[in-house]
C-alpha cells in the first residue's frame, strides 16, 4: 500500500508519521534527535512504520469473530514480543562492536580476560531481558539505550567482581560502543522481526496467524516523505520534500481539529502562534526574536537552576497558591531573579508558579501580534504537557478572549509531523 | 579561508570610486583647507552645501560602512562600555564607538572634526540626540533646519515658508558664515537641474520591478542603487553620469530578459515570488541576508527603505526655478517624516503596482522611527490588498542581533505560504 510519511525533525525529539491515501494515520514514531539527523530520520520512520504494521494487524483482526474483544492483548503481545527481538537484535549489535573495540594500550595482554567478562555480562542481559518484556511488565523507557544500560551497569559490575576484574575496563568499551549502536541505522527486516514475534508469542490459533501473516504481507511502499522542523536543512531530502514546521503545525492542527483557527507551539527553541484558515492554510503567524525566552529551552534551564527534572516543574507549580511576579523571560536573567527570590525566602512551588506565568504572558504578546485568540484555539509542543503552564494559559485566554474552545491533544507532539505526512499526500493525491 | 568577492557591475564600481573620493575629501581636510559638515541622508541639503564648497560627510553611512565591514560589532560594544544603552539606535553607538576607537574612516585615515553639524531632519528624533553627543565631543557650531511632520498626511504651504524662512536666515548666512562663501542661488539652480536629471533615471529604474522578471531588486540592489543620490553626489554631475550608467544597464537586462545581478554574479531570472519590503536591511549580514531571498526564488521588486531620502516616484523633483521651496518640499516628504496612514497607502499601493505576493516587513530592533506601528501597517496592507505579509526581526548594525536561523525560517516559511495561498492546499513542487 501506498505510505505518506512526514517527519519533524526537532530539536530534542525527532517525530514520524505514516498516513495512507485517504488521510488516515496509521503509524506514529518517535525517537530522541541526535548528532546524526540521518539516523534520527531513519529510526522515527522505522518506529512509524513498526506501528502501521500493528495498525494493519488491527485492522486484519477487526475482521476475526473469534478473537472479538481480545484484539487489543493478542496486539500488546505481539508488540511486546516484537520489542523483544528488536531488543535482541541490538544487543547483539551491541555485543559485537563492544568485541570489536576492545584495543590500544589498556588492554594489552587482557583482551581474553575482557571478552570473556563481556560475554558473561551479555549473557545475562539476554536472560534477564525476558523479565523486561514479560505480560504485564511497564518499560523503563522506549530507548535502547536506557534499558540496555541500566541492567549492563549491574550486571557487568557483578561479573567482573567474580572474575576480579575492573568494571572501568569494559564500562568504558561500552561506553563508545553504545554510541556506535545507537548511531547506526537500525536494520531493515523490520517483517522478519514480526515473524519471529510470533513464532514467539502464544497466537498459534489459525485463526489470529493468517490475517496477521496476511496483513504482514501488504508491502509498504514509501511514497512521499516530507521533511520539517528545526534539522530539516540536515535531513537527506530534495528541497522540495521540506516544509516550513509553521506550515506543518498549522496543517497539523487543523487535521486534528478542522475547526482550529488559532495555534499556539511553544517548543523546545521558540513560540509561534499561527493562525490557519477553514482549509488549514497558513494565514498569519508571528514567532519570538532571536532568544528563546519563554521556550522549552528556558524551562529545561530553570530546572537545571532548581535541580529538578523537567516534568517536576509543572507539578509543584500546582501546589503554589501564591504566585511570585516574575519579571524577567529573559535565560540569562532568569537565574538571578530565581535565586534572589530563593534567597528572600519565597517558596519554590510560588516561585514557579510565576515562571510559568511569565512564559505564557510571552506566548500571549505572541498570540496578539499574530492576530489574537480565535475559536478554536489549540495549544502544542512540549509545553501543553506541562499542566501549570496549561492552567495559565486557560486563564489568560478567557480573561483576554472569552469562551474559545481550547484544544489539547495528547498527541500534539505528533502535529509537525501529522501536518508533513498531510503535505506529502496532497503532493502526490492532488 | 575567505569569502569570495562580490562580483560588480560597471555602476557598483564607478560608486565605489565616487565614494572612496568623497572619503578622500573629507579625511584631507587639513590639506585642502575644505570645509567638512556632518548630515543625515533624510532630507540632507547637498545642493545647499555644494553651493558653499562645503563636503559632507553622513555618519549614517559611516555606521553603514562599518556594518558592512564588519567593525560596528566592536564599536556599539565600546559605546555600550561608555553608558549607552542597549536599545538606542546601533548607527548612533556605531559611530560614538568608533570615535573612541581612533575614528578611522575606511580609506585608513582618521575623520575630522567637523566644521559645521547640519541637522536638517527630525522625523527621527534620535538625529538631535546623536548630533548633541557628536556637538559635545567636537564643540563646532550646529545649524538646525526644523522639518514639520506631516501629522495629516501632506504639507501645508505653511509649512513650507517655515522651512524656506528657515533656510533664508539661519542655514543659509550659517553656512555663509562657516565657509566664507558667498550664496550665489544660481549655482544652486545649477546643482538642483543635475538632480533633476539624476532624479529621473533613478525613478526610471526602479520602476522597472514592473517588469516581468523584475531586471532589479529594489531592496538589496536598491540601497545600491539610492547611495549616491541620497549621499554626498545628488547635485554632481557624477551622479547625473552614474544613473545615466544605471539605467543602461537596467535597460540591457531587460532586454536580455534578465533579472538582477546577485552578489555572486549569477543573474537572478529564476524569481518565484515578488516582494514589497519595509523597513531598513540589515548590514552586517548583508549577503548572507541577501541570498536567503534569492535562494529562495523572491525578488523585492519594490521598497520603502528606497524612498527614506526622497519619494521621488511619487512625482517630486528638486526644482531650480523654485530652489528653496523644492528643498523645503523635499524634507517633508521623506519617508520618515510620513505618518502611518500614508505609509499604508503607499505600501497597500506598491503591492498592487508592482503586482507583488505580499508585503515583508524587516523590523530593526534598534529603530524606533521605523519600527513603530510596523505591525500595525502589515496588518492594514494584508487587508486591503488581500495578500499575506511577514514580519521579520533584525538590526541594522549590531551583529547580535541577526539570528540567521530564525530570519531563514521565517521568510522561508512566508514564501511557502505565498505558494500555498497560490495553489489553495499543498503543493507537488514548491517551483511556480
Ligand atoms: S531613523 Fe532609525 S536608523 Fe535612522 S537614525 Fe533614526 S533610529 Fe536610527
Redesign the interface.
Known sequence: MRCFIGIDLGSTTTKAVVMDENLQILGRGITNSRSNYDTAAAVSKQEALIDTRLTLFRRALGGVPEVAGKVDDILSDLERNFRHVQFLEQLEDLQQTCIANIKGPRFAGREKTVIEALEGTFSRLRDSSAKQYAPGVKRKSDFFRDLAGAEFMSHGEAVCKEAGLGFDLILNVYDKSIIEVENRPPSGDMEGKFVRALEKGTMTGSSILAPVQSALAIPLEETYVVGTGYGRVRLPFPKEHIRSEILCHGLGAHMMYPETRTVLDIGGQDTKGIQVDPVGIVENFQMNDRCAAGCGRYLGYIADEMNMGLHELGPLAMKSNKQVRINSTCTVFAGAELRDRLALGEKREDILAGLHRAIILRAMSILSRAGGVKDQFTFTGGVAKNEAAVRELRKLIKENYGDVTINIDPDSIYTGALGGATFAVRAVVN | MSKPEAVKEPSMDMQKAMIARNYEAITSKHETGRKVSNTFVPGNLNELLMCFDIVNNLPEINAIQAGMRKASGGYIMEAEKSGHSEDVCTYVKADIGQMSKGNIAPNGKPYPVPDVLMLSYTGCYTFMKWFELLREEYKCPTLMLHVPYEGDGHSTKNMRDYIVKQLKEVVIPGLEQVSGVKFDIDRLRQYLKNSAKAEDDLVWCLEQGKVKPSPIDAYFGGVYYIGPIFTAFRGTEDAVSYYEMLRKEVQGRIENHQGPMTPEGTYFNDQKYRLIVEGPPNWTNFREFWKMFYDEGAVVVASSYTKVGGLYDQGFRHDPDNPLESLADYCLGCYTNLNLPTRVDLLAKYVEEYEADGLLINSI?SCNSFSAGQ?MIM?EV?RRTGR????I?TDLVDPR???A??VK??L??YF??IE??RR????????A
Open positions: 530592533k505591525l496588518k494584508e499575506p505579509g511577514a514580519f526581526e542581533y541577526f539570528s536561523a530564525n525560517n521565517r522561508e516559511s511557502q505560504m500555498q495561498k489553495g492546499g499543498g503543493s507537488k513542487t514548491v517551483a
